[in-house]
């Protein structure tokens, strides 16, 4: 049996970066761009629940970041940022399913069947 010592434990960072930037601009994409079509139910469900596996693994690669002993204690607000920026950004997608009229089918903002 292989036993892993504490300072091989893989860096969370760039995996933290990653989740960031795809949630935000995953929900900057649907606040600007105009949706022009109703998605299946079952693509709407996937969707909300690829948008919550992301949030989490936010929150797993964070606590990673914060656990290892090779991080630099003065970045681990930076950790607790972007953890924080990637579930508010999850929140807000989660949030333009429910708030607009046509909302729930889209996930955008905007929708307009003409185009």
């Known amino acids: 049996m292989v036993t892993r010592r504490k ?6 960072w760039p ?3 990653a989740v960031t930037i795809y949630l935000c601009v995953k929900l900057v ?3 600007t761009v105009t949706a022009s079509e109703y998605a299946r139910t079952s ?3 996937i969707d909300i629940g690829i948008t919550i596996l992301v949030m989490w693994a936010s929150l797993h ?3 990673q970041v914060r656990q290892n002993p090779e991080t ?4 681990i607000p930076l950790a607790n940022w972007l953890c924080g920026i990637a ?4 929140i807000g997608l ?11 089918k889209t996930g955008h903002w905007n929708y307009d069947w003409r185009r």
């Open 43 to 45: 693509t709407v469900w």
């Open 94 to 104: 989660l949030m333009l399913r429910l708030v607009p009229e046509h909302g729930w």
């Open 87 to 90: 579930i508010m950004a999850g």
């Open 61 to 63: 690669f964070a606590r």
């Open 15 to 17: 995996w933290l970066w």
């Open 29 to 31: 994409y649907r606040l």
């Open 7 to 12: 300072a091989d434990m893989p860096n969370g």
């Open 72 to 75: 630099n204690p003065d970045r």
